[in-house]
């Protein structure tokens, strides 16, 4: 039985292990974009830290290309060295995806805590005299997500003594004048419901970056194997 050339040759195995290599990277640049797309949506009520991890994957995303390219030429010459420089920064690609696994899965559980204090300081600015942009965060959640306040109609009595109409679930056919009456409100608050959306996509993107690990682990042991091999051993093609 003949044994296929990818099997074989350093050449051929090395820019398959590559090619997989390439799709770990593509799988964290598309989740850590969508998530940063979907935190972007809320930049009011959220912190940098929001921010930092999937951008973290995104950069280390970029690494993946480029050390891709390495392990194409690696690949295509089949020169230990090159090969062994690539193995070197697979390992450093791991240890970026592990911390991107840890800090994914810890956003998940500090995200109400984090969301908490840019909240209660918005309300302050809401109402018709106040910042449109905080106006139309607030209705927009309030709304998408049927919540009302942090966590509940109270805390807009408090801070404004009025209860804004994004806060009841308007009735088709509803004309105004309409009165937006605590009877009517949404019971959930939304800090709460916010901190759940916002804690799914964390682990999302902590989930990924395990997945990727684990494939990255295998990738590591699959170079070296092959760096070994361009080094101790002669290996010729099939013809």
């Known amino acids: 039985m003949k044994v296929p050339k990818v099997l074989k040759s350093v050449k051929y195995s090395?820019?398959?292990?590559n090619c997989l290599f390439l799709v770990t990277g593509l799988i964290l640049l598309t989740v850590g974009l969508i998530v940063l797309t979907k935190f972007n949506s809320y930049d009011l009520f959220v912190?940098?830290?929001?921010?930092?991890v999937p951008n973290f994957a995104i950069?280390?995303?970029?690494?993946?290309?480029f050390t891709a390219l390495l392990g194409f030429y690696g690949a295509i010459s089949e020169q230990f060295y090159f090969i062994a420089?690539?193995?070197?920064?697979?390992?450093?690609?791991l240890i970026f995806e592990i911390s991107i696994t840890v800090l994914g899965f810890e956003l998940q559980n500090i995200t109400s805590d984090e969301i908490r204090s840019?909240?209660?300081?918005?309300?302050?600015?809401?109402?018709?005299?106040?910042?449109?942009?905080?106006?139309?965060?607030?209705?927009?959640?309030?709304?998408?997500?049927?919540?009302?306040g942090l966590t509940g109609v109270a805390d807009w009595i408090l801070s404004r003594a009025v209860v804004p109409v994004s806060c009841c679930h308007l009735k088709p056919g509803t004309i105004s004048p309409y009165e937006c009456t605590t009877a009517l409100t949404y019971k959930d608050g939304c800090q709460?419901?916010?901190?759940?959306w916002l804690g799914y996509n964390a682990y999302a993107l902590g989930v990924t970056a395990a997945f990727v690990t684990c494939l990255q682990v295998l990738i590591i042991?699959?170079?070296?194997?092959?760096?070994?091999r361009s080094k101790y051993e002669e290996v010729e093609l099939e013809r």
């Open 221 to 228: 042991a699959a170079a070296a194997w092959l760096a070994y």
């Open 192 to 196: 709460a419901v916010l901190s759940e």
């Open 59 to 65: 950069a280390t995303a970029a690494i993946i290309f």
């Open 118 to 148: 840019p909240m209660s300081d918005s309300m302050t600015e809401y109402g018709p005299m106040g910042h449109m942009t905080v106006n139309m965060f607030w209705d927009n959640l309030q709304m998408g997500f049927q919540c009302c």
């Open 47 to 52: 912190t940098k830290i929001f921010f930092t």
């Open 14 to 17: 090395l820019a398959a292990v």
């Open 85 to 93: 420089g690539y193995v070197a920064l697979l390992v450093t690609v």
